[in-house]
């Protein structure tokens, strides 16, 4: 069964940082084909992609993220990584975790195309 869990979010002031973790299980990051995305929705606003990521390596990221966020991997514990940088109080939203699978090529694409997600976790950046 697929699952995801989001973790480290937190409060913090601009110009911070956070590092945000989505733990998976059900399949492997290393050998699966899949497309894997964080997204962020702020009260009153919609969902929208961050980043996608494919097991290819691949990242994509949306432009208001570009050069403070990173995505990384970690393997061995099945682990996909939100470096954020820079953070501005615009970031601040709950971010999830969402997956799908089959897809060897990975662009930014709306919620509604996911069917498997994290319970998210908040990031609050004050200024």
């Known amino acids: 069964q697929v699952r995801l869990a989001e973790s480290g979010g937190d409060s913090v002031q601009a110009g911070g940082s956070l590092t945000l973790s989505c733990a998976a299980s059900?399949?492997?990051?290393?050998?699966?084909?899949?497309?894997i995305d964080w997204f962020r929705q702020a009260p009153g606003k919609e969902r929208e992609p961050v980043s996608t990521h494919s097991n290819g390596g691949t990242t994509t990221y949306a432009d208001f993220v570009k050069d403070r966020f990173t995505i990384s991997r970690d393997n061995a514990k099945n682990t996909l990584i939100l470096q954020m940088d820079s953070l501005k109080p615009e970031d601040s939203a709950t971010y999830y975790c969402?997956?799908?699978?089959?897809?060897?090529?990975?662009?930014?694409?709306?919620?509604?195309?996911?069917?498997?997600w994290g319970q998210g976790t908040q990031v609050t950046v004050s200024s």
């Open positions: 059900g399949f492997t990051l290393r050998h699966s084909l899949y497309c």
């Open positions: 969402a997956v799908r699978f089959g897809l060897d090529k990975c662009d930014l694409e709306p919620s509604t195309r996911f069917a498997y």
